[in-house]
């Protein structure tokens, strides 16, 4: 029973909302997908709770047993609830509760979060621009041809390289890689991983229906 009624409940959830795709609102199918959805959207806040007391529940045991960085997460849980606990108050209790502007969650957001996210993604690019040195060797003639294209793209995404590529008197560099690399190659590149992506979650979801895929239970 404790197998059967999960792979049940998946059958006939992922059916219904497979079927009710094609019907309005105005069909009673069409109408239950649409609970199904909402249901969704509920089973979904609950799994952020679960995260959240997940989260508190691994850094305050490595706080307790105060393992190898237990003091970066105190601060870990400190971020946590400092944000958490007045997002989730009423606004209507003091102004610096809820999400709004000038709320405690806003300002940290802001201030904090918002800053040391930009620091961390400035300081990714220098990695990805050294990976890419080292990945892109101009063994070949199709290396060399990537070499060339990243070189060119890079300079096109930030301001200074767009500047010097505007230099260029005879080509419009910045509209060609816009045009034809980034809308062309690119994209049609992009379009194929995500149609074999979509392939790869229609395979699972159906895998999932029919019961083959069990490991949302805990099992192969």
């Given at each position: 029973m404790k197998t059967t009624l999960p792979v049940l409940v998946a059958f006939l959830s992922g059916l219904i909302l497979v079927v009710s795709f094609f019907f309005d609102d105005k069909n009673w199918l069409g109408l239950l997908g649409q609970e199904l959805k909402i249901w969704l959207t509920i089973v979904g806040g609950f799994t952020l709770l679960l995260g959240?007391?997940?989260?508190?529940?691994?850094?305050?045991?490595?706080?307790?047993?105060?393992?190898?960085?237990?003091?970066?997460?105190?601060?870990?849980?400190?971020?946590?609830?400092?944000?958490?606990?007045?997002?989730?108050l009423s606004p209507d209790w003091s102004s610096y509760f809820g999400r709004n502007d000038g709320s405690v969650y806003d300002w940290l957001f802001q201030y904090l979060m918002s800053p040391m996210m930009?620091?961390?993604?400035?300081?990714?690019?220098?990695?990805?621009?050294?990976?890419?040195?080292?990945?892109?060797?101009?063994?070949?003639?199709?290396?060399?041809?990537?070499?060339?294209?990243?070189?060119?793209?890079?300079?096109?995404?930030?301001?200074?390289?767009?500047?010097?590529?505007?230099?260029?008197?005879?080509?419009?560099?910045?509209?060609?890689l816009e045009t034809y690399i980034m809308g062309g190659i690119n994209m049609a590149v992009q379009r194929g991983i995500i149609i074999g992506a979509a392939l790869g979650a229609a395979s699972m979801s159906l895998r999932i229906i029919l019961g083959i895929e069990r490991t949302y239970m805990g099992k192969g």
């Open positions: 959240v007391v997940s989260i508190t529940k691994v850094n305050w045991v490595a706080v307790k047993r105060k393992k190898e960085g237990w003091k970066y997460k105190v601060l870990t849980l400190i971020a946590i609830f400092t944000m958490a606990i007045p997002s989730v930009a620091t961390m993604f400035a300081t990714l690019a220098f990695y990805i621009a050294s990976a890419a040195y080292r990945a892109f060797r101009a063994r070949s003639a199709e290396a060399t041809l990537l070499l060339i294209t990243a070189t060119f793209v890079m300079l096109w995404r930030v301001p200074m390289g767009e500047w010097i590529l505007n230099l260029v008197p005879w080509i419009d560099i910045p509209y060609f």
